[in-house]
């Protein structure tokens, strides 16, 4: 059984910096992509980050969101720096089976975490 578990959220200034973490089991961690991805309120899910040897990133939190792995730990992480209100929203982590192709389309994504809240306040 696979399992996806977030944590590190919370409410934090803007300006300020989060750190999620994704720990993996039920899986072959170093067979899939990891990505991460968010819910606002009232709007729809949206990429974030993907996560193999190299990253990829949305746009919008490109320069100040980091994504890693621990393949040893099966744990992938969100170092989030200059949070911004805009970047409150649920956070997702997902794992998309294939390790060579990063990707930013949740169809593509096998399993999901179950969320975390991260609340930015101004």
Request: hydrophobic share 35%; with cysteine.
């Amino acid at each position: 059984q696979v399992q996806l578990v977030e944590s590190g959220g919370g409410l934090v200034q803007a300006g300020g910096s989060l750190r999620l973490s994704c720990a993996a089991s039920g899986l072959t961690f170093t067979s899939y992509v990891m990505g991460w991805f968010r819910r606002a309120p009232g709007k729809e899910r949206e990429f974030v980050a993907a996560i193999n040897w190299n990253t990829y990133y949305a746009d919008s939190v490109k320069g100040r969101f980091t994504g890693s792995r621990d393949n040893a730990k099966n744990t992938v992480y969100l170092q989030m720096n200059s949070l911004k209100p805009e970047d409150t929203a649920v956070y997702y982590c997902a794992a998309a089976a294939g390790y060579a192709t990063l990707t930013k389309n949740q169809y593509e994504y096998n399993y999901w975490g179950q969320g975390t809240q991260v609340t930015v306040s101004s």
